[in-house]
């Protein structure tokens, strides 16, 4: 492979494949960008295309575009990672590739659907063709079992490659998750004419299936990520990932209960959900700490600085978005007051940036130092790495940005509505005309185009980096193979000092 140059078609078949998820969830990252910035301005400005593209329909697709393109940026790193730790080429190939361009096509068809039919009659021939009106999965009902159709070839493909090649802790989490990731999809699949019970299997797409199967998912790929990138030792990353399975399965089931209380079951679900659904992200920091800290251990380095650079923030990002927001919104006393404002937009937006947008990203660095003939990409690049960083900084700068605006929204909101206006329709319409809502609505969208612009920058950095680089990539050695440090004890009072 030529160092620096586009290498495609060196890449093996799993490789090529997760290059083409990949290209498919930047075009829907900048469309969910686009999408968001619309429906931000019709806060604003309400007439803004009225009639023509509404907000319900703008707002619909700037989420669905999120979940979909983030589902593309996983199983792209799946498919990234599959053959390096399994040590055999994919098995069924073919499968494989036939699952991408059915569920491309899939997406491109409702996205239009959505576009250009937008509504229909409340009948079955809707609830098919059209949208199942169910907020956060409106996909019609087609594309919800394609969905599930092709988590399962996908499953076929991960399960098969790995029973023809070796097993590891990762391998294994990776294998259970995904029969999980295809199961959870199908609650969302069938409804009750009961309201509540409806709801309570709603929640187990919306919220679960997020905070349980992805939240694993993304747990297998920092673990591989550290490993590539800092040679992490596996018996670090594995022992957290098992960490991580055991919150995710356990706290993450009971951390539902913060929704359960709004639909009618007991009021101590309230306390368990929300004490419960703080505790998630704690293991993927503590792994990302923990990989870092033994790496300085062991002269530190690191072949890929865009990469390692993304890790970090996801793991603190999930902390602050997942964890520190999601918390001190579901404690009772403050979700009575809080629950379907926009101080739940706030927590949604950092929420979903730092615990997935930026992990994707990071694998699609790994990805591209790969596809650059395993370029240098470490300290010292010929541009000092200036598009990667300022990309970095504005999409962070921009959501933050953003996530602070919502939050005093969602203060103003929860004073006027709930706190003083009983929760009543006229109390709604007016908590959002007073000046703290509008003016945090207007920080919101400045912030939501300097985001753009570092998404913009992004992808244009994915386009050119290493492209001008003639170095090979940094070799990092494998921490497994080093031993550990020794610790002697100096003097009496019992420093503790490092070995060589």
Not at 187 to 196: I, K, R, S, V
Not at 308 to 334: K, S
Not at 340 to 359: K, N, P, R
Not at 483 to 495: A, C, F, L, Q, W
Request: glycine content about 10%; overall charge negative.
């Amino acid at each position: 492979m030529t160092v620096g140059a586009l290498n495609y078609a060196d890449l093996s078949i799993g490789k090529k494949l997760a290059i083409k998820y990949f290209t498919v969830a930047m075009v829907l990252f900048l469309a969910q960008m686009l999408f968001g910035l619309i429906a931000a301005w019709q806060f604003i400005a309400p007439d803004f295309l009225f009639g023509i593209l509404d907000f319900n329909v703008n707002r619909m697709v700037h989420i669905n575009a999120m979940v979909v393109w983030l589902l593309y940026g996983f199983i792209g790193s799946i498919f990234w990672l599959i053959e390096d730790e399994s040590g055999v080429p994919l098995v069924g190939a073919r499968i494989a590739e036939a699952t991408f361009w059915i569920l491309t096509v899939a997406v491109v068809i409702v996205v239009l659907v959505y576009l250009f039919v937008q509504s229909g009659p409340g009948e079955t021939a809707t609830l098919w063709l059209i949208n199942e009106g169910r907020e956060y999965i409106e996909a019609p009902r087609w594309a919800d079992i394609g969905i599930v159709v092709c988590m399962v070839a996908i499953f076929y493909n991960v399960l098969a490659t790995f029973l023809k090649g070796q097993w590891s802790g990762i391998s294994g989490v990776l294998v259970l998750d995904l029969i999980a990731l295809a199961g959870l999809y199908l609650a969302g699949m069938f409804y009750t004419t009961n309201l509540p019970v409806d709801q309570y299997w709603w929640w187990w797409v919306i919220h679960l299936w997020v905070e349980a199967t992805w939240e694993v998912l993304v747990g297998c790929i920092m673990a591989w990520g550290l490993i590539k990138t800092l040679g992490a030792r596996r018996k670090i990353v594995t022992t957290w990932l098992y960490i991580e399975v055991a919150l995710m399965f356990g706290s993450g089931i009971l951390g539902l209960g913060h929704h359960y209380f709004w639909i009618g079951t007991p009021e101590y679900w309230l306390g368990v959900g929300g004490f419960f659904s703080a505790l998630e992200p704690i293991p993927l920091v503590a792994m990302v700490v923990h990989s870092v800290y033994d790496a300085g251990r062991h002269a530190f380095r690191s072949n890929n600085h865009p990469a390692l650079a993304w890790l970090i923030a996801h793991a603190f990002g999930n902390f602050l978005g997942a964890g520190v927001w999601g918390f001190m919104q579901t404690l009772p006393q403050i979700n009575l007051y809080t629950h379907g404002t926009q101080w739940s937009s706030s927590h949604g937006h950092l929420a979903f940036f730092g615990a997935y947008v930026t992990i994707v990203v990071a694998f699609i660095y790994l990805a591209l130092q790969k596809l650059r003939g395993d370029v240098w990409m470490s300290g010292g690049l010929v541009d000092r790495g200036r598009k990667w960083k300022w990309s970095l900084v504005l999409t962070h700068v921009g959501m933050v940005g953003m996530t602070i605006a919502l939050l005093i929204a969602g203060y103003e909101q929860s004073f006027v509505e709930r706190a003083l206006g009983g929760s009543t329709w006229q109390a709604y319409f007016e908590g959002q005309m007073r000046p703290w809502f509008v003016e945090a609505m207007w920080w919101r969208m400045i912030f939501g185009v300097l985001m753009t612009v570092g998404v913009v920058l992004l992808l244009w950095d994915f386009l050119t980096i290493g492209a001008k680089e003639t170095k090979p990539m940094l070799e990092v050695r494998s921490l497994d193979e080093e031993p550990e440090p020794e610790e002697t004890e100096v003097g009496e009072v019992g420093v503790a000092t490092q070995g060589s």
